[in-house]
């Protein structure tokens, strides 16, 4: 597994959530779910992780997801994009897939990739690029929000932030 970065030290918190992605051509997309877990003060660790360049490194990560128990793992990944569907083959840890942009097809094959499991391995699917990475950090808190009240408030306090953002805009009101 090659790590990218990671939040987590001796000293530091251990990591909540998990998040993957393909290659490291990924992480700019990836940025955002990163940036957004930091913003909410969730812990994670970051791996890149390929379905088909380190397809035996899968069920070695999927247990590591358990044992540290990791509320999800949020795996991205561009084109024929297996990873978050292989790697929720591999644990009971819930996924959350992000469909990374392709240079080929917008990111449309990532996106049905990911959202077409058959039924029985179910991977929660995001929006296409950076909306994606980032709604699947806010959802990653909505999961640890049901059972952690400083997560929850950090939620409730940037949706409260993200709602006072649009009532100060300049109304328009058709005048
Ligand atoms: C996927 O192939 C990765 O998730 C990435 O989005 C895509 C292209 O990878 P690189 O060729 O840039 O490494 O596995």
Do not use: W
Not at 65 to 74: D, P, Q, S, T, Y
Not at 99 to 106: E, F
């Amino acid at each position: 597994m090659q790590r990218v970065t990671t939040d987590a030290s001796a000293s530091a918190p251990p990591p909540r959530v998990g998040v993957v992605m393909g290659s490291r051509s990924d992480f700019d997309t990836m940025q955002g779910a990163l940036d957004a877990l930091r913003d909410l003060g969730i812990p994670y660790e970051v791996r890149v992780l390929s379905a088909h360049r380190t397809p035996a490194l899968l069920p070695t990560y999927g247990a590591r997801a358990e044992r540290l128990g990791f509320a999800c793992v949020i795996a991205g990944a561009g084109g024929a994009a297996h990873l978050p569907g292989m790697l929720a083959a591999f644990t009971r840890v819930p996924v959350l897939g992000v469909p990374v942009q392709s240079r080929a097809l917008s990111g449309q094959d990532s996106l049905l990739s990911i959202v077409q499991m058959p039924a029985g391995v179910p991977v929660a699917t995001f929006a296409i690029g950076a909306a994606g990475a980032k709604n699947a950090a806010l959802f990653a808190a909505a999961i640890l929000a049901t059972t952690d009240p400083e997560v929850r408030a950090a939620l409730d306090a940037f949706r409260a932030r993200q709602t006072q953002a649009v009532l100060d805009e300049p109304h328009f009101d058709g005048h």
